[in-house]
């Protein structure tokens, strides 16, 4: 399924890659924050920002954004200067912020963050497949900064806030500052353990990210609107009261689920995002302080992935069923892996590949009403439709409020 609901699943486990949005539409709203600068609210499924310094040197981006969104973000551009992208700063490596360096890398110089280029290289990104091009040209390690478009840009590595690869950018003369994910309003924080973001400090990090701006600056943030001062205060304040409640209650050996009910962040200033909001946030630290007991999970995404490069879904199966025999504790089992990668196979139209690997899924989690949502988009995509409405009848059984598989049986009944 990759309906909204999966989308905010998705953007919640940080783990799906933008690959399986296949052929979306894109809307784009831009707004003129200055002299030089544009900030874009570009929608393919959800909202991400792209902030751009258009002017005499060219462009230059920051988070050009999903590479499906690149023909739409292009047409805009050239509506705003004839010039070319010459430089990409990356914020950090997620892939919806940074596939388009795919398409940029080849004449744009990409700038990042030191520990961009390892994770993109790593495990995490096997699905991403990304080309060498599209790797950062130029590595942060130190704060730095130079002047483009006749105006200073400063850059400053922030090491493991919402990833280990934070970079904030901030355009002094303009007012402006891009913190990715460090700082945000109206929303609690998202933190990838796996690619090294640290929970422990968010806090003190967000409070030392703050410092650096005046108060009359502009913050983009990665998904939301732009936000003031004040409201970056605010995000810090609501992490510096709920990180000590959260970790008390852990401590007391208390569950997610006993802290939600007891609604141990009711002192809490909340916030007016749905996601990530105040219950996930408490979800978060839990497993963070977890993981620090039992250790970060390896990926088992990269496995299977080889798996299918020389072989078929069959290969895959084989892997994932070993791996759970004689590493159970030592990989990431959730349905999601397979359910990634199932798209991933739809969206390189291997469709009898997709269609074992959601099966398996179906095998592994029957409890589950998106794996069988899944499994019927496989076999709709097949052609095999009776199948596909089997499938989406099982999904809606388990969950009658599946949007997304009551619009598709619909859609089928019709055919
Ligand atoms: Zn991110
Ligand atoms: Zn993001």
């Not at 462009?59 to 070319?84: A, F, N, R, W, Y």
């Not at 990431?332 to 291997?350: A, D, I, P, Q, S």
């Not at 009776?386 to 499938?391: E, G, L």
């Amino acid at each position: 399924m990759k309906s909204n609901k999966s989308i905010i699943y998705k953007l919640v486990l940080l783990a799906i890659s933008t690959i399986l949005l296949a052929q979306p539409q894109t809307t784009i709203e831009t707004t003129k924050m200055s002299e030089t600068l544009y900030h874009f609210k570009v929608t393919t499924f959800y909202p991400v920002s792209t902030l751009a310094s258009i002017g005499p040197d060219g462009i230059l981006l920051v988070d050009p954004g999903m590479e499906q969104s690149h023909t739409e973000l292009m047409k805009v551009l050239s509506e705003l200067s004839d010039m070319k992208v010459t430089k990409v700063i990356n914020t950090h490596s997620h892939d919806h912020h940074t596939s388009m360096n795919k398409y940029l890398g080849e004449s744009a110089e990409i700038i990042a963050h030191a520990a961009s280029t390892e994770l993109m290289r790593g495990d995490l990104d096997v699905l991403v497949e990304w080309p060498k091009k599209a790797f950062p040209s130029t590595s942060i390690d130190s704060e730095t900064s130079f002047t483009f478009n006749g105006e200073e840009i400063r850059l400053i590595p922030v090491d493991g806030g919402h990833c280990k690869d934070d970079l904030l950018v901030y355009f002094p003369e303009s007012k402006v500052a891009c913190t990715g994910g460090v700082l945000k309003s109206g929303s609690y924080p998202m933190v990838d353990f796996a690619r090294g973001g640290d929970f422990r400090n968010f806090a003190v990090l967000a409070r030392n990210a703050l410092t650096l701006f005046p108060q009359d600056v502009t913050f983009v943030q990665s998904h939301g609107d732009n936000f003031n001062y004040t409201q970056a205060n605010e995000y810090v304040e609501r992490l510096d009261r709920s990180i000590p409640l959260i970790k008390k209650a852990v401590a007391a050996g208390d569950t997610p689920k006993k802290m939600i009910d007891e609604n141990i962040l009711s002192v809490v200033a909340d916030s007016d995002h749905a996601y990530p909001n105040r219950n996930f946030w408490i979800q978060t630290i839990h497993r963070g302080l977890s993981m620090e007991n039992n250790g970060v999970k390896k990926s088992l995404t990269a496995p299977l992935y080889h798996a299918l490069e020389k072989g078929n879904g069959n290969d895959a199966s084989k892997v994932y069923r070993e791996l759970k025999k004689s590493n159970p504790d030592e990989y990431g089992f959730n349905e999601n892996v397979l359910n990634t990668l199932g798209y991933y196979l739809l969206g390189k139209n291997r469709l009898e590949d997709a269609v074992t690997i959601f099966k398996l899924n179906v095998k592994e989690y029957p409890k589950s009403f998106n794996v069988y949502d899944s499994l019927g988009e496989a076999y709709m995509n097949k052609g095999s439709l009776w199948r596909a409405r089997r499938n989406y009848k099982k999904s809606i059984r388990i969950n009658p409020k599946n949007q997304n598989g009551l619009d598709m049986l619909e859609k089928l009944s019709s055919q």
